[in-house]
């Protein structure tokens, strides 16, 4: 029987793992993990710790690894990035997240092997130009992010379809525009946490939460809105991916419906039995001209590439995290 490997990079992370962990559901496919994972104190690990994983790779022995069992890799999923919108550092930004995809990218192409891919619904910029996610040269020209993150998830998501435009691109090639995504194994992102991880502390201890003032007249206090998807989701729709070969081009991926941060900060409350305490703070200065006041995945696209199952909706996705997760002396999935 022949070995097949699903290579997931930055497969100890947030989404990563959760997708780790859907993936080793099937015993027929070795779960191959490159990550790196730091600090043993932080708790990293733990996100693939209930998981048989068929191999642990350093990102520095990445393409050596790849390159001695390039034909047993059935898929490379790169979730690999740097995610913090805040970071100062353009050039790591780009060489992570540009740079590193790129070369995988080729390497796919070289090898012909699928690749699948995290991209950003921080492509979008401001959504003055609206959320459909075309990924025609023209359209995706016209695309002005906010920050050097979301400029260098579009550098890729460009390079990624001119590529294929010129018949150089891997079998199956899928960027994935993630919008704000929540659920388990999230703790080690700390700043960059999901509001739900983020205020849980706060609900189970009977606080009050804070949440950003609005800066402007049409918006209320927490009325700010994001397309908040279950990472479950998430998981489920890159298990999809894995067994539709046929599918290709970057898609959004979302839950297709924008709520408020009040409406999550609401549903943690609801979930933990207790009354709602919300206060509302001002906005650091520095991300208040960047900052997006709503985001909502048009998500035709993917439902007419063949994905048929149903988004998970916040209050329901809320109340899971909460019960089986957050609330427990074991958060991680």
């Known amino acids: 029987m022949n070995r097949r490997i699903a290579f997931v990079t930055g497969g100890a992370g947030f989404i990563g793992s959760n997708i780790v962990a859907k993936l080793a559901?099937?015993?027929?496919l070795d779960v191959v993990v490159c990550d790196r994972l730091r600090e043993a104190e932080l708790g990293k690990w733990r996100n693939i710790a209930k998981h048989p994983i068929g191999d642990f790779v350093a990102p520095d022995a990445m393409f050596e690894w790849l390159e001695k069992r390039w034909r047993e890799v059935e898929v490379v999923i790169h979730m690999a990035a740097i995610s913090s919108t805040t970071e100062p550092d353009a050039d790591k930004i780009v060489q992570q997240n540009f740079g590193l995809s790129r070369d995988l990218f080729r390497w796919c192409a070289d090898h012909q092997r699928r690749f699948i891919y995290a991209s950003s619904a921080a492509t979008?910029?401001?959504?003055?130009?609206?959320?459909?996610?075309?990924?025609?040269?023209?359209?995706?020209?016209?695309?002005?992010?906010?920050n050097t993150y979301g400029w260098s998830k579009a550098l890729f998501d460009l390079f990624a379809a001119r590529q294929a435009a010129r018949d150089y691109a891997p079998p199956q090639w899928v960027g994935l525009k993630f919008f704000n995504v929540y659920g388990p194994n999230e703790e080690h992102k700390h700043s960059m946490k999901s509001v739900a991880s983020q205020i849980w502390p706060h609900v189970r201890d009977g606080q009050s939460v804070q949440?950003?003032?609005?800066?402007?007249?049409?918006?209320?206090?927490?009325?700010?809105?994001?397309?908040?998807?279950?990472?479950?989701?998430?998981?489920?729709?890159?298990?999809?991916?894995?067994?539709?070969?046929?599918?290709?081009?970057?898609?959004?991926?979302g839950s297709g419906q924008a709520r408020t941060f009040e409406d999550m900060a609401r549903a943690v409350f609801e979930a933990a039995g207790k009354n709602a305490q919300i206060d509302y703070t001002p906005m650091p200065p520095a991300i208040r001209d960047k900052y997006q006041y709503f985001t909502e995945a048009q998500m035709g696209r993917l439902r007419e590439a063949g994905y048929a199952k149903p988004f998970t909706p916040l209050e329901e996705g809320i109340s899971d995290y909460v019960t089986r997760f957050l609330s427990q002396p074991d958060p991680y999935r």
């Open 25 to 28: 559901e099937d015993r027929s």
């Open 124 to 146: 979008y910029g401001d959504g003055a130009q609206g959320f459909a996610d075309d990924d025609s040269y023209d359209a995706l020209m016209k695309l002005r992010p906010l």
């Open 211 to 253: 949440l950003f003032k609005s800066y402007r007249d049409d918006v209320p206090d927490g009325g700010q809105k994001r397309d908040f998807v279950y990472v479950r989701d998430v998981a489920e729709v890159v298990e999809w991916l894995v067994a539709s070969p046929q599918v290709n081009g970057i898609y959004n991926l």
